[in-house]
């Protein structure tokens, strides 16, 4: 019954929520994960308990005690020259549960600052940063919750900003058929101070996901399937020029929005696979449809939405690589590692 009205209070919450996607809210960067085995599983994996801390940045309910005493730190060198990463501690108490806490960032680098004659007068930095408390704890023997709570600085050159946000997560794991499910409402928040002085408070980019993983009986794969930005049905863009032709190396990039049904249920989609060759090493592929969809260049297709990576132990560290690609332009690379500092004691 309490597992009732829990998933029932979660549903009612996040229907009544108010839904916004990228390019229309502030701390975009709250929904870019910078985990390497993350990047490298389409960029979003939030249905899989294991021991790894950089899960529970996305889903706070996977936090669990097998990561117990793990330091964990990842950087992704982002497209120009952005540079992305994420440092997190995890405890676990018997009675109260897991904790963690994190630290998000992105560093948008050195700017060289001009006056109207195109003066030098110096450069400028700019830069977004995110404390993140987790905390998480088990309902039963197959379901826990978790909760992420947020505090959100922003700073472009003069411009600041502070907000707070917070994530809420379901989830449910089977050992015995080795299926997890997931059920996420992120960045539920608001702006405390805005970047213009008496400016008008904007919106954080809420999202809603649902999850579904399952680990082959005989075969050592794990495929995952993830459902993104549900709380909007409608995520083809609005091309304001349709009829708009340009050229990129010689080639006709006429946009399309195609809205077909199976248009639209694809861009919500993102499959993955990890491919357990041993217990120290594997392998990982991911497709986000979405990510092609909208960054793809018809004539010259490539790997857009197509993300690789793998994984392995060497001693007491645990290391992983993803490699995602974003568009012809060029792909992002990630590196993440994790302790447990308790190994360097015994």
């Known amino acids: 019954m309490k597992k009732c009205v829990l998933i029932l209070g979660l ?27 993350v990047a490298a599983l389409g960029g979003n994996q939030i249905a899989v308990k294991d021991n790894d801390p950089f899960l529970a940045l996305a889903n706070p309910a996977l936090l669990n005690h097998e990561m117990d005493n793990k ?7 982002y497209l120009a020259d952005v540079g992305m990463g994420f440092a997190s ?17 992105v560093d948008y680098g050195q700017f ?12 400028y930095s700019a830069g977004e940063y995110a404390l993140i408390i987790g905390y998480a704890r088990p309902l039963d023997t197959n379901f826990s ?9 922003s700073s472009f050159y003069d411009y600041t900003s502070n907000g ?10 089977s050992q015995k058929r080795q299926i997890d499910l997931a059920l996420v409402v992120r960045n539920i928040g608001t702006q405390i101070s805005t970047y213009a002085e008496e400016g008008e408070r904007e919106k954080l980019p809420f999202e809603i996901q649902l999850g579904f993983s399952k680990r082959l009986k005989n075969v050592p794969i794990r495929f995952g399937i993830i459902a993104q930005q549900l709380q909007k049905w409608d995520l083809t863009f609005n091309d304001l020029t349709p009829n708009n032709t340009g050229l990129i190396d010689n080639v006709d990039v006429t946009g ?71 568009h012809q332009a ?17």
């Open 11 to 37: 549903y009612s919450f996040v229907m009544n929520s108010y839904a916004q996607i990228g390019g229309n809210g502030v701390y975009q960067f709250l929904n870019i994960n910078t985990s390497a085995r």
């Open 71 to 77: 330091l964990a730190m990842t950087y992704t060198g």
């Open 89 to 105: 501690y995890t405890k676990d108490y018997d009675s109260l549960g897991t904790f963690s806490a994190g630290l998000q960032f």
């Open 112 to 123: 060289d600052e001009t006056d109207n004659a195109g003066n030098d007068l110096g450069n």
């Open 145 to 153: 919750i978790g909760l992420n709570l947020k505090a959100i600085h």
């Open 164 to 173: 707070v946000a917070a994530d809420v997560a379901l989830n449910y794991f």
């Open 256 to 326: 399309t929005n195609e809205r077909s049904f199976p248009n639209q249920v694809a861009r919500h989609m993102i499959f993955n696979a990890e491919f357990l060759v041993t217990r120290n090493f594997n392998l990982r592929l991911g497709y986000n449809l979405m990510r092609r969809a909208e960054l793809k260049i018809d004539e010259k297709l490539g790997t857009v939405g197509l993300s690789w990576g793998l994984g392995f132990r060497i001693n007491k560290f645990h290391f992983s690589y993803g490699r995602s690609a974003y």
């Open 330 to 346: 060029g792909a992002t690379n990630t590196l993440s590692v994790s302790t447990r500092l308790i190994d360097f004691i015994q």
